[in-house]
């Protein structure tokens, strides 16, 4: 009766599921529609007819000798105008930089804007009525001014036709929904929450964003990943234009990316028809280091596989960010999961913005943060996950060696000794496996040492990267190595004055690439972020609680069998001497990550380290805001009757103040999403969709 009665409430929950599911996608679909309407709002409302037309049939149009355009509208109420187009000719080597001054009513609104490399058509989003006058021209004093013309200027007043801002609402719809019917399940799964939220933002970015290169140092990384992609060919016969998005950093110049759905559109045409990646003219040399091909190889399968199904040069990227985002996804649930305690801190801190972004651009960011979390997590679940934990870090170091001291980081939070006398009484300290763990993560760090560090201070070479200007290893390294005093002034000044950069501010939260910099007016959201990490670190904690109730001599706690001396299992928590090394391997790690763009990037002789940025840092973060939260203890209750049985407070996160409600990591999930939401919409959607 007992198993009848199970498996009546296992089907009265599945089915109950199966309606939440279907409720969200109904959501979801009215969401959308909502948000298609908003979008369209003006349109609906404000234009007479819905149609695309020229200027000249209600407008006079005139040309001054500098190539200025004056456009005076017929009436004394105006026209209402959604989108303006025009076609540009520049006349000059240099970048044109647009003005467009439009006035209505009694306001006037002035839009600039340096016209897209690869764009002929000018698309402005207006959404204003009363619109009496319009004049396009080049910026004042700036050296093109002259150097243009003006092709046919059109009214667009149709409906948007591009469908990424739907998807997003559909993808943010169904996403708030299912947080909303299943509160119970996301609150005590943080990995869930990763899932959807990086899922389906990370999908509507890909469907949102074109087909140049947005990302951090994109052309590098393709080169490598097309290589990967192609072999065992030896050639990749590629056009001009196919090589250039590989090559050329220029083709991504954060002023000249589209701003409208039709710009994006007509770029996405352009390369998919320029950029031939198989049978163009060029063959070029592009070498894959070997430390960082397994980065690369989910992207490289992603290209490989657009490759065999044919698909455009767009479609390749659409393949690489979507494989890298697959990748980034798996990888941080894994470690969520796995992680014994501080999941949402790690749930955070994966889903910045920063590292959303990096997920569904080609760059080996994602795989780095996916492995170093994989890390972290075995390295908190005990001496048991040695192994996993050292093939997590040592993967994750590959490509970036300045990481290594995670590894003893690693080996030293599980080789020393718990000092609590409570936890460790008759369990036995096992010396020769801390041994084993010692020399094998001490063999780990050595290698990477040995292959990726020691060899620029032995052998430097005469130059370093290129884009830092006239730089040179061997003249630095020779300055750090003759005034150590002298280069630690400046190393220590510039990592406190940068603090706020690298830990906790826009660079290391909210910034994406070329879209959203310290360029853009739009910075993201970053004081949210800062709330939200501040609140996290408070909340979490790195020990566990358990109560001791009456039961008997034999307890069991957390899967771990628990007698009157104490308890046995791996994980204990951290003590104060954990906490010191896992600060001090993140300062040692940051040190290298500094030095690194010192020797490579920054100029002889500069008093400033150059090349640094805050995104070096996300990889750091979770264990130094984990060492700095809260202790936990072991409440315990001793009566009368003898040792008690030990119960395992519910944790509904993994690892949490049982004292805290579960309302405050339920509002804090509620937040990442929403704040990521609003992040997409604002820098992705509006700048590429509408």
């Known amino acids: 009766m007992a198993l009848i009665k199970d498996r009546a409430e296992i089907n009265i929950k599945g089915k109950a599921a199966v309606l939440k599911i279907v409720a969200a996608f109904l959501f ?30 209600n407008a006079a149009v005139e ?44 306001k006037t609104y002035i839009y600039e804007d340096l016209n897209p490399i ?9 959404n204003l009525s009363g619109i009496s006058e319009i004049c396009i021209d080049s910026i004042a004093g700036d050296e093109t001014k002259g150097g243009f013309s003006v092709g046919s200027i059109m009214v667009d007043n149709t409906l948007n036709k591009n469908p990424a801002a739907v998807i997003f609402a559909a993808l943010f719809g169904f996403a708030l929904t299912l947080l909303i019917l299943f509160k119970e399940t996301f609150i005590k799964k943080p990995e869930l929450l990763f899932l959807l939220v990086c899922g389906t933002m990370g999908l ?13 140092d994109e052309e590098t990384h393709l080169q490598s990943v097309v290589a990967m992609a192609n072999f065992p060919e030896d050639e990749l016969s590629m056009s001009r234009e196919a090589l250039y998005q590989m ?17 994006t559109a007509e770029l996405n045409d352009m390369l998919s028809e320029k950029c031939d990646y198989q049978e163009g003219e060029s063959t070029p040399d592009f070498k894959v280091m070997a430390n960082r091909a397994p980065a690369y190889f989910f992207m490289a399968l992603g290209a490989k596989t657009a490759m065999a199904l044919g698909l455009s040069w767009t479609g390749l990227m659409v393949m690489i960010r979507l494989f890298n985002l697959i990748m980034y996804t798996a990888l941080m649930y894994a470690a969520i999961k796995i992680l014994p305690f501080g999941k949402m801190l790690m749930t955070l801190t994966g889903l910045f913005p920063q590292m959303v972004f990096m997920a569904v651009t080609c760059s080996y960011d994602p795989f780095i943060m996916g492995c170093m979390s994989l890390g972290y997590a075995f390295m908190l679940k005990g001496r048991k996950y040695t192994v996993p934990m050292l093939i997590s870090f040592l993967l994750a170091c590959l490509p970036k060696a300045v990481y290594a001291p995670v590894i003893l980081m690693g080996i030293g939070v599980n080789a020393i000794p718990e000092k609590d006398a409570s936890l460790t009484k008759g369990v036995g300290d096992d010396k020769r496996r801390r041994l084993w763990i010692l020399l094998a993560g001490a063999a780990v760090f050595a290698v990477l040492i040995v292959l990726f560090i020691l060899p620029t201070v032995i052998d430097p070479s005469e ?9 040179s290893e061997m003249t630095q390294i020779g300055f750090i190595l003759w005034n150590p005093l002298t280069y630690a002034g400046i190393l220590l000044g510039q990592m406190i004055r940068w603090a706020g950069k690298c830990w906790f501010g826009p660079d290391c939260m909210t910034y994406m690439g070329h879209i959203v910099n310290g360029t853009a007016d739009f910075k993201g959201y970053y004081g949210a ?48 001497s954990k906490r010191v090394l896992m600060i001090a391997m993140v300062f040692l790690s940051a040190v290298l990550i500094w030095t690194a763009m010192y020797v490579s990037f920054t100029p002889p002789g500069s008093l400033e380290i150059a090349g640094v940025q805050g995104r070096y840092f996300i990889p750091l973060m979770f264990p130094l805001y984990l060492a700095l939260s809260g202790a936990g203890a072991f409440v315990s209750e001793y009566p009368k009757g003898g040792l008690d049985r030990v119960r395992s407070e519910a944790e509904p996160a993994g690892g949490r103040l049982e004292s805290v409600p ?3 990591y339920y509002l804090l999930e509620i937040a990442e999403l929403t704040v990521l939401a609003l992040t997409v919409w604002t820098a992705v959607i509006c700048a590429f969709s509408l």
């Open 662 to 664: 579960a309302v405050c």
């Open 247 to 263: 090559i050329i950093t220029e083709y991504n110049n954060p002023e000249a990316m589209p701003e409208t759905a039709e710009e």
């Open 204 to 216: 509507s970015m890909i469907a949102a964003l074109p087909g140049t290169k947005v990302g951090y």
């Open 463 to 471: 130059s370093g990267d290129i884009r830092g200007g006239e730089v």
């Open 28 to 57: 979801a679909l009215i969401f959308a529609a909502v948000c298609w309407l908003y979008i369209n709002s003006g349109v609906l409302f404000k234009a007479e007819d819905r149609i695309i037309y020229d200027v000249n049939a």
């Open 529 to 576: 972020y800062m709330i939200m990490l501040a609140v996290t670190v408070a909340l979490s904690y790195s020990g566990r609680f358990i109560r001791m109730s009456v039961a008997g001599d034999k307890t069991e706690a957390a899967g771990h069998e628990v007698k009157a001396a104490g308890h046995a299992g791996n994980h204990t928590g951290l003590g104060f």
């Open 118 to 126: 690869y764009v002929a058509t000018e698309v402005v989003n207006l």
């Open 63 to 106: 040309t001054d000798a500098e190539g200025a355009v004056h456009i005076a509208f017929d009436g004394d109420e105006g026209v209402y105008i959604n989108k303006l187009l025009f076609g540009v000719e520049n006349r000059t080597e240099t970048p044109l930089s647009l003005k467009v001054t439009v006035n209505y009513g009694d």
